[in-house]
């Protein structure tokens, strides 16, 4: 099949996926005027938190899930080898050495679906909202990017076949929908972990809550630790794969 | 960090008991021990280098002959950096190489018979080019260098072909012309041969010499081929089990392993039966040809002996072939291995 | 998945009893093959309830904003009653690579050994499908029955006997089903080189029909261009709803009496019509196919 014709095809699958979904949240909207009570999520503030989340995630997709899913295949070929004899960074190497240009598609999409959102809201967010937004979502890509490298990091480390995609949606499952629905009494220590521990509710509540719903004195608080979980993140991130670097096993001979 | 002193003296290597280890989990078999496997699982330890000492110096050629398992390449695999090891020290070119400082991995080059370090979809030159950025190697240098290796192996023609159209022994070349493009000043090679055919060996033996004699570049190069070893180098370190049996000359493995040698007649006529045999050497009759082994130190005495009782057309006096000598090695060491592997196994739960 | 039985074994010896054993050790291997990844094994099976949290969150959210009790006759904790349902019902009904390994066997020529010998490749695969999902229920029974053990305040009161026995039958039917639904969609290979987007459009259309992502009684208040036919009624008339959404609201009582029957007979003409099909287009199919020879 030619490049081009595949190329199409898996933007189209990626967008028949989408649209799906989205029509399930058309769907539940027919039945309640906002997610999660006293929330703010109403429809369009919603969906702008799904655009948000769409692009994020179309930037994590294009850019490093392709070479991270490789490197299962490179530890158990040996391929790995090869880039650590080479005076170059591996974990460099490693996170950015293939590219998938077919999920930007979605983000594409995400980008459509925040304009058409944003402009439905009943009051304009602050300018100060849209500075934030692009500089938060890059903190959104960071955590996710940190997130990945250390999943990278195990997979090395445990020198398994698993692919990392599967980790991947179940880790990352959490944060499809506003933090808000995580109450009650099982609700409330999971949101804590997602947003503590594990930082990927800070991914795309933060940048979307900046743009859809009015700044307050906590909103700030929520966008400065969005910061630190970034840098941390990364940080951490880096450390972990060079330990796992230092621990390799390396096929046999 | 490197010591700048190493780098004028004349050790290039120097590893002092290396040793690695690996755990190793058995795969249960039928059903039971499957589900018993989830509970408990057998393990055992492998240990792929057993303290090595070794020193090198700058422009030798040293072969490392072994077995399969042996541990010649996790030794070379701890010397470029890719493995850490359980015990020991190493340097190499002053530097610790599990640091993989890029200081040092710009000092040396690793080739791997069988494994691509090049670009599998894109022509050579594509991944010459890219060595270059990484390495950063000089342009004109850079072009120099490449032409001149271009021209020893006679390669152009093919440097713009996708690598994955080129047969094995084509490969191995542009393999070995990438590797020496930064000018490394240590080259490790992997069983570099394995899987060529005749005549590619020969054009990399020469190719190898040449280049090491050239830029008196240290090699160190692991093979299981008597023949590399031979057309290569004088030094020669003999390794199973994970330890190293012998390091010295080829000439002297012989010597030293060895007491005596082999005997080679060609009667004008097949001899009649027990007629050989008498003399109390242990031989092999085929025919009108008989090959004795004789203990060196009663050659002298023997050998008129044997002239004087048969119609003698032809004689030689020979070595016990090398190859002879290192599969005995090989295999009282892997005998005495497997002995004390098979204890440990017991042992472990 | 692998098939790691040669089919010619189950046919090497003539009479029923050696194919049983045969099947028999395909059953003990695929268990060995299950329990070497040792992690794999509880871990695995409790990842698949994850989804689910998210949408139990979600819909829990939904109630507290909206000022109703239920939604198309589900209350909150009917929702997360029927999503627990229809995992058990996808246990059922899912074929993971199926489609896609006939068609890859089709593709790379490995079929042609089917069409020598006197063995029928869709016996043989359903024969191994068998033995794959009673080794899934195994392995899987444990974290399942912990899970519904433990969300059991959600359930209704378990329904009476009759009801119970449709509900086996129709997950029954729902495994036959997804079987010959997706062995056809495999079979699309004889045809198209590049089936895996036929495949994915496939899924994706499951996934949204089946009830998988929703309750298809939700779709109930959705007109289609016919007066007195909702969204939800054409949707109904599919097969897919059976492969997650259909045994579901039978247990929990969504669908009784008179419906319940049609939904069954519905179910049972469905299979017939997708047994056909199958039969039908590997007919077709083996006849291209060694038309092209070599």
Not at chain 2, 182 to 208: C, K, M, N, R, S
Not at chain 2, 293 to 313: F, G, T
Not at chain 2, 335 to 348: F, I, M, S, T
Request: with cysteine.
């Amino acid at each position: 099949m030619t490049f081009r014709a595949n190329f199409l095809l898996e933007c189209l699958t990626s967008l028949g996926w989408m649209s799906m979904n989205l029509a399930f949240y058309l769907l539940i909207f027919n039945f309640t005027p906002e997610i999660g009570r006293g929330s703010g999520w109403s429809r369009e503030p919603f969906f702008a938190f799904v655009a948000t989340g769409l692009v994020i995630n179309a930037i994590v997709q294009t850019l490093f899930m392709p070479s991270a899913s490789e490197l299962t295949e490179m530890v158990r070929t040996g391929g790995l080898d090869s880039v650590l004899v080479r005076p170059l960074d591996a974990q460099f190497l490693l996170s950015m050495h293939r590219f998938d240009f077919s999920s930007m598609a979605n983000g594409l999409v995400g980008v459509g679906l925040l304009v058409w959102a944003v402009l439905r809201f009943p009051v304009a967010p602050p300018l100060i909202a849209f500075l934030l937004y692009p500089l938060l979502i890059a903190c959104g890509v960071a955590i996710l990017y940190g997130l990945i490298i250390m999943l990278a990091a195990a997979t090395i480390l445990m020198g398994r076949n698993q692919s990392l995609y599967d980790f991947w949606f179940y880790i990352t499952n959490f944060s499809r929908y506003p933090a808000e629905i995580y109450s009650g009494p099982w609700g409330d220590p999971l949101r804590t972990f997602c947003t503590f521990v594990i930082p990927i509710l800070l991914v795309v509540n933060v940048p979307a809550g900046t743009l859809a719903r009015p700044l307050s004195g906590e909103s700030w608080g929520m966008v400065v630790m969005t910061f630190a979980a970034a840098c941390l993140s990364v940080g951490l991130s880096r450390l972990f794969f060079q330990a796992a670097l230092a621990r390799y096993r390396s096929a046999s001979s | 960090m490197y010591d700048n002193s190493e780098t004028k003296s004349a050790r290039v290597i120097e590893v002092n008991g290396l040793a690695k280890e690996y755990r190793v989990y058995d795969k249960p078999e039928g059903l039971w021990a499957s589900v018993r496997g989830l509970f408990q699982r057998k393990n055992r330890i492998i240990h792929a280098l057993r303290g090595v000492d070794l020193s090198v110096g700058r422009g030798e050629f040293l072969a490392m002959l072994g077995p399969n398992g042996a541990g010649k390449t996790t030794f070379l695999k701890l010397l470029s950096g890719i493995i850490t090891p359980t015990q020991g020290t190493a340097r190499v070119l002053g530097h610790v190489p599990w640091d993989r400082a890029d200081e040092f991995r710009r000092r040396f080059a690793l080739v791997m018979g069988q494994k691509n370090q090049l670009w599998w979809d894109l022509p050579a030159a594509e991944s010459f080019r890219l060595h270059q950025e990484i390495y950063r190697i000089d342009p004109v240098r850079f072009a120099r260098i490449r032409d001149e290796l271009v021209d020893m192996l006679g390669v152009a023609r093919l440097l713009g072909q996708p690598v994955r159209e080129l047969s094995l022994g084509e490969r191995m070349k542009l393999e070995l012309i990438a590797a020496l493009l930064h000018e490394p000043e240590v080259l490790f090679l992997d069983e570099p041969t394995i899987g060529l055919d005749v005549v590619a060996q020969h054009t990399i033996h020469e190719f190898l010499r040449h280049i090491q004699k050239q830029r008196s570049v240290t090699v160190v190069l692991t093979t299981h081929y008597m023949k590399d070893v031979a057309a290569l180098c004088e030094r020669v370190v003999v390794v199973t089990g994970g330890t190293i049996l012998y390091d010295g000359s080829l000439e002297q493995i012989v010597d030293q392993f060895t007491s005596h040698k082999v005997v080679t007649l060609d009667l004008e006529s097949p001899p009649a039966a027990g007629q050989i045999e008498r003399f109390g050497f242990s031989c092999e009759v085929n025919g009108p040809r008989v090959s004795l082994r004789i203990d060196r130190s009663r050659i002298a005495d023997a050998l008129p002996k044997l002239l004087a009782s048969q119609q003698v057309r032809d004689v030689s006096v020979e070595d016990v072939p090398l190859e002879e000598i290192v599969a005995n090695l090989f295999r009282g060491v892997a005998n005495r291995q497997a002995d004390v592997e098979a204890k440990q196994e017991v042992e472990a739960v | 998945m692998s098939e790691a039985v040669n089919p010619e074994v189950l046919q090497s010896s003539c009479g029923w009893f050696p194919a049983v054993r045969s099947w028999w050790r395909m059953l003990t291997i695929c268990l060995e093959e299950r329990l070497a990844y040792r992690s794999d094994f509880a871990l695995g099976t409790l990842m698949r309830f994850l989804p689910i949290v998210t949408q139990v969150f979600l819909w829990t959210a939904v109630f507290a904003a909206s000022s109703r009790a239920d939604i198309a006759g589900y209350s909150r904790d009917n929702i997360v009653a029927y999503y627990l349902l229809t995992m058990v019902t996808r246990a059922f009904s899912s074929m993971p690579s199926l489609a896609g390994g006939i068609s890859r066997c089709i593709r790379d020529g490995s079929v042609k050994k089917y069409l020598i010998q006197p063995v029928d490749y869709i016996g043989f695969l359903l024969a191994s499908r068998v033995a794959h999902k009673l080794v899934y229920y195994i392995v899987a029974i444990i974290p399942f029955a912990a899970v519904l053990f433990f969300c059991r305040a959600y359930f209704p009161p378990a329904p009476d006997g009759l009801t119970i026995a449709a509900y086996v039958l129709s997950l029954l039917l729902s495994f036959l089903l997804g079987f010959f639904l997706e062995a056809t969609l495999g079979m699309i290979a004889f045809w198209f080189l590049e089936v895996s987007s036929i495949i994915f459009a496939y899924m994706l259309f499951q996934y949204l029909l089946s009830g998988h992502m929703f309750p298809i009684d939700m779709l109930a208040d959705i007109p289609t261009g016919i007066s007195g036919v909702s969204l939800a009624d054409v949707v109904r008339l599919l097969p897919f709803e059976y492969t997650a959404y259909f045994p579901a609201a039978v247990w929990l009582g969504k669908i009784t009496g008179w419906e319940l029957v049609r939904g069954l007979l519905l179910e049972i003409v469905w299979l017939v019509i997708a047994i056909g099909t199958c039969r039908f287009v590997w007919w077709r199919g083996t006849k291209r196919y060694s038309g092209f020879g070599g």
